[in-house]
């Protein structure tokens, strides 16, 4: 996989991420969000088991397995505090901040000592200036406690990205996909256990909210996970991170082009339509290293 497909396989999970919305609203609101981590993740762990048993049962040192374990404990954490934050911010805020992950990340690599090209540092100060015009907290002050929940989500999920991206260079993907879910699951059940010791008894199984389930078992949990850890081989943290903050164009489109039975409807203001386009225009500026390629034009027109 070069750098060109490696990026359109990012670009498919941002995708498919975004319509995230979608799918949950369609799930009932009483039902515990530890409760919906726990099956989604058990269902997705289940299917690439009945697809790829061989690959997923392959012997695996014991630094791996220490290293999976810690992977799947903290991408259910950022998911559980991801899920409490969004129920205190309304769905245009709630995207906008969840891609303060992109501002986070250079900071993280820079404590580990990584250089971080110009155009990087001006592409994500593009998307900090249209997640700040997008994000009205003025309005309304209950937003507050979830955009600081938020913001700790994003470092949490910055941090995921950089292990993940180490990881899965070093790992089969499909094996580390699945055990990643497996590990999510099994934290998320023992969770839900003590919150709700009938588990999957208490819950009503209606066929709208089994069809949502298992539709994001597969496209968010399966698909993607395995999508996006494939494309991690060739990405690097950075590149990734960018190419996920496009998921505010995504969501927005959606959530304001789909009809009221599917997604929770936002209004297309002149501010979140700016901050939309300088966050698309700052994941380009992000990627496209300007210095490298006017030398090389230069060194093409010399000869």
């Given at each position: 996989?070069n750098?060109?497909?490696?990026?359109?396989?990012l670009?498919?999970?941002t995708?498919?991420?975004?319509?995230?919305?979608?799918?949950l609203?369609?799930?009932?609101?009483?039902v515990?969000?530890?409760?919906?981590?726990?099956?989604?993740?058990?269902?997705g762990?289940?299917i690439l088991?009945?697809l790829?048993f061989?690959k997923?049962?392959?012997?695996?040192p014991?630094?791996?397995?220490?290293?999976?374990v810690?992977?799947?404990a903290?991408?259910?954490i950022y998911?559980?505090l991801m899920l409490?934050?969004l129920?205190?911010?309304?769905?245009?805020?709630g995207i906008?901040t969840?891609s303060m992950?992109?501002v986070?990340l250079p900071?993280?690599l820079l404590?580990k000592r990584q250089?971080i090209k110009?155009?990087?540092?001006?592409g994500v100060?593009?998307i900090?200036a249209?997640?700040l015009?997008?994000?009205?907290l003025?309005a309304?002050?209950?937003?507050?406690p979830?955009?600081?929940?938020m913001l700790?989500?994003c470092f949490?999920?910055?941090f995921?990205?950089?292990k993940l991206?180490?990881t899965?260079?070093?790992?089969?993907?499909?094996?580390?996909?699945?055990?990643i879910?497996?590990?999510v699951a099994?934290?998320?059940?023992f969770?839900?256990l003590?919150?709700?010791?009938?588990t999957f008894?208490?819950?009503?199984?209606?066929?709208?909210m089994?069809?949502s389930?298992?539709t994001?078992?597969?496209?968010i949990?399966?698909?993607?996970t395995?999508?996006?850890?494939?494309?991690?081989?060739?990405?690097?943290?950075r590149?990734a991170?960018v190419?996920?903050s496009?998921?505010?164009v995504f969501?927005?489109?959606?959530s304001a082009?789909?009809p009221?039975?599917?997604?929770d409807?936002i209004?297309l203001?002149p501010s979140?339509v700016i901050?939309?386009v300088l966050?698309?225009v700052?994941?380009?500026?992000?990627?496209?290293?300007?210095?490298?390629?006017?030398?090389a034009w230069?060194r093409?027109?010399?000869a």
């Amino acid at each position: 996989m070069n750098k060109t497909q490696s990026n359109f396989c990012l670009l498919c999970v941002t995708l498919c991420w975004s319509t995230e919305v979608i799918l949950l609203k369609n799930i009932p609101s009483d039902v515990p969000s530890i409760a919906v981590t726990a099956l989604t993740n058990l269902i997705g762990c289940a299917i690439l088991l009945l697809l790829f048993f061989k690959k997923i049962f392959r012997p695996i040192p014991k630094r791996q397995i220490l290293r999976v374990v810690g992977l799947g404990a903290l991408n259910m954490i950022y998911n559980l505090l991801m899920l409490l934050g969004l129920q205190y911010l309304n769905v245009s805020t709630g995207i906008f901040t969840l891609s303060m992950t992109t501002v986070v990340l250079p900071v993280l690599l820079l404590l580990k000592r990584q250089k971080i090209k110009a155009n990087t540092w001006i592409g994500v100060g593009l998307i900090l200036a249209g997640i700040l015009l997008a994000v009205n907290l003025h309005a309304d002050w209950s937003q507050l406690p979830g955009v600081g929940i938020m913001l700790v989500v994003c470092f949490l999920r910055a941090f995921y990205i950089i292990k993940l991206n180490e990881t899965a260079k070093e790992m089969e993907p499909i094996q580390l996909s699945a055990l990643i879910l497996g590990v999510v699951a099994v934290l998320s059940i023992f969770i839900w256990l003590f919150y709700q010791p009938r588990t999957f008894f208490a819950l009503t199984y209606s066929a709208e909210m089994l069809s949502s389930v298992f539709t994001y078992s597969y496209f968010i949990c399966a698909f993607a996970t395995v999508i996006n850890i494939f494309a991690q081989k060739q990405a690097t943290p950075r590149t990734a991170s960018v190419i996920y903050s496009l998921e505010i164009v995504f969501s927005t489109i959606f959530s304001a082009t789909l009809p009221d039975i599917l997604v929770d409807r936002i209004l297309l203001t002149p501010s979140l339509v700016i901050g939309c386009v300088l966050v698309a225009v700052g994941a380009f500026v992000s990627e496209f290293d300007f210095v490298t390629r006017m030398a090389a034009w230069k060194r093409r027109r010399a000869a």
